[in-house]
């Protein structure tokens, strides 16, 4: 039953030193999560960050592995104007038939660690890597443009808003370009919770940034932060989608939290992933919810809060992003990418099985 209620009070709290072994995320049985409810926001919980699952977002952590093992990680994936798949990956840009799953073309660029990818309304790609961001002619793959005056070189994210200019995500704040020169209209350096994990751009226009510490409301147009969300600062946010309806849902490492555009209030949780570490989200035209994480994917639906189907045969557990495409979920993890239909059938509820698209077959 979907329970619902106004969050008031404040709390604080000092906070103990979180320790380097916290990193892990606590991993929840698949098979229980269908039976757990949506419930209000517990104000202590809510505004106290999870000292035992702190983590990183992926596109801010480091390589832990060996390169060799990095083949199949799908940091991005975006598909063009044109209706081509392409996949940002560890390795460099490659397009992707989308029916073999064959490398059918590749760009080539100064940095092959891509983190971030976005297209312009003219078509150009944005790349953003690890040292840098790049607009590129998808069809030659020359590159166009190199954005110099970023707040840091290293790229997090990348969302573009009404008035068509790019805003660029890093470790170190963030910057708002020119989509035609890559040339500097607005810096936001001291941003509250520093790095630029991830942004989306609401139906209102509003840009919304997930940081190292909370989460933010922006004017595009004035560059000024207009809310800070109460009850999700003081989190890492990883994953933001947008519902058709409007509402805003964010992911941390502990929780999906639901967002009231309009009040910038904290409203409610999916309790049936509490506890376990949400990296990426994404909102289908149904208005159902897709809910990646380190452990698994799953497909929650937001009226009631029940997760209503556990996705299995995915290329790894370890989901990195998603990306809802006329009725597919592309769904890029740690070891390839896969996708889903959006509308599952009954005989795929509660257990419903991907497709995989795309894994390199590692030695």
């Given at each position: 039953m979907l329970t619902k209620q106004n969050i008031s009070g404040t709390a604080s709290k000092t906070f103990s030193k979180i320790l380097s072994k916290s990193l892990l995320a606590i991993t929840v049985n698949l098979a229980s999560v269908s039976a757990v409810t949506y419930g209000a926001l517990n104000t202590v919980e809510a505004i106290n960050p999870d000292s035992h699952n702190l983590a990183i977002s992926e596109n801010v952590r480091l390589a832990s592995k060996s390169s060799s093992s990095l083949d199949s990680r799908i940091s991005s994936t975006l598909i063009d104007y044109q209706g081509r798949l392409w996949i940002g990956t560890w390795q460099g840009l490659m397009q992707i038939d989308q029916k073999s799953g064959n490398v059918v073309g590749s760009i080539s660029l100064p940095n092959s660690t891509v983190t971030a990818l976005l297209e312009d309304r003219r078509g150009y790609f944005w790349v953003g890597t690890t040292s840098g961001l790049y607009q590129i002619q998808p069809s030659s793959g020359k590159i166009e443009n190199i954005a110099i005056q970023l707040s840091s070189s290293r790229v997090l994210s990348l969302a573009m808003d009404r008035a068509g200019f790019i805003w660029v995500g890093t470790d170190q704040g963030l910057t708002r370009i020119s989509p035609y020169n890559a040339e500097t209209y607005a810096r936001m350096p001291d941003l509250p919770g520093t790095a630029a994990n991830v942004m989306q751009i609401d139906n209102a226009g509003n840009l919304w940034v997930g940081t190292?510490?909370?989460?933010?409301?922006?004017?595009?147009?004035?560059?000024?932060?207009?809310?800070r969300i109460p009850f999700v600062s003081g989190q890492i946010v990883q994953a933001i989608a947008v519902e058709p309806s409007g509402k805003i849902w964010a992911g941390t490492p502990r929780n999906v939290i639901e967002i009231n555009p309009t009040t910038n209030k904290?409203?409610?949780?999916?309790?049936s992933v509490t506890g376990r570490d949400i990296v990426a989200l994404a909102s289908d035209k149904?208005?159902?919810?897709?809910?990646?994480?380190?452990?698994?994917?799953?497909?929650?639906?937001?009226?009631?809060?029940?997760?209503?189907?556990?996705?299995?045969?995915?290329?790894?557990s370890s989901v990195i992003n998603l990306l809802v495409h006329n009725q597919q979920v592309w769904i890029g993890t740690e070891n390839g990418l896969g996708k889903i239909n959006t509308q599952l059938k009954e005989s795929e509820i509660p257990n419903a099985t991907a497709t995989v698209v795309y894994q390199t077959i590692r030695k």
């Open positions: 190292l510490n909370g989460l933010l409301k922006i004017n595009p147009g004035t560059a000024k932060i207009t809310a904290a409203i409610a949780r999916i309790n149904n208005g159902e919810l897709w809910i990646g994480m380190r452990d698994g994917l799953v497909l929650a639906n937001t009226y009631n809060g029940a997760v209503t189907s556990s996705i299995y045969n995915l290329p790894s």
